[in-house]
T-cell receptor, first 111, second 115 residues
Framework: AQSVSQHNHHVILSEAASLELGCNYSYGGTVNLFWYVQYPGQHLQLLLKYFSGDPLVKGIKGFEAEFIKSKFSFNLRKPSVQWSDTAEYFCAVKNTDKLIFGTGTRLQVFP | ETGVTQTPRHLVMGMTNKKSLKCEQHLGHNAMYWYKQSAKKPLELMFVYNFKEQTENNSVPSRFSPECPNSSHLFLHLHTLQPEDSALYLC??????????????FGPGTRLLVL
């Protein structure tokens, strides 16, 4: 069965620090990869996604993620975080119509 | 706003009550989903409807009963729930057809507390 692992459960950063959130998945076939974000009190929204092509994907709000097939990873990065990036971040993998989520990483950014 | 609305936003119910959650999407999509979000656990897919037909029931107890009368509306009927069913219930929609490239759009969720 497919699964998604997010090893960082809670990350605390100061503004302007760089961010990298880990995501690993277990599935050997073709997958589509997503990062969703859930700001406090708001709904889940898509941050970025990878289907094919360039493994470095750019999303909204300065986020990017890199698909490394050999490592089964899809880590999320941002060079300089802001207080408004405080949220919960979910990695997800999909190969048919089922979206499998990780447990999420809670990011707190302090000014 | 994602074009997916859910009502009510909060619900408190006793174990003997019957209630329903409603989801509506204004995106012209043909697939709709129910997820359960519990603390410290991954989002759990509960049900999938494609073109009004249920295509996935992820071993959900029968006290949860979905209904999809048309491609824009999805209900989750609740009956004799347990306290461990307390969670955030999320609805999502996508274009439909089962394509792996589809993006799912989520509603704000219904926060359910079972006493």
């Amino acid at each position: 069965a497919q699964s998604v692992s997010q090893h960082n459960h809670h990350v605390i950063l100061s503004e302007a620090a760089s961010l990298e959130l880990g995501c690993n998945y277990s599935y050997g076939g073709t997958v589509n990869l997503f990062w969703y974000v859930q700001y406090p009190g708001q709904h889940l929204q898509l941050l970025l996604k990878y289907f094919s092509g360039d493994p470095l994907v750019k999303g909204i709000k300065g986020f990017e993620a890199e698909f490394i097939k050999s490592k089964f990873s899809f880590n999320l990065r941002k060079p300089s975080v802001q207080w408004s990036d405080t949220a919960e971040y979910f990695c997800a993998v999909k190969n048919t119509d089922k979206l499998i989520f990780g447990t999420g990483t809670r990011l707190q950014v302090f000014p | 706003e994602t074009g997916v609305t859910q009502t009510p936003r909060h619900l408190v119910m006793g174990m003997t009550n019957k209630k329903s959650l409603k989801c509506e999407q204004h995106l012209g999509h043909n697939a709709m989903y129910w997820y359960k979000q519990s603390a410290k656990k991954p989002l759990e897919l509960m049900f999938v409807y494609n073109f009004k037909e249920q295509t996935e029931n992820n071993s959900v107890p029968s006290r949860f009963s979905p209904e999809c009368p048309n491609s824009s509306h999805l209900f989750l009927h609740l009956h004799t729930l347990q306290p461990e069913d307390s969670a955030l219930y999320l609805c999502a929609s996508s274009q439909g057809g089962g394509g792996a490239a589809e993006t799912q759009y989520f509603g704000p969720g219904t926060r359910l507390l079972v006493l």
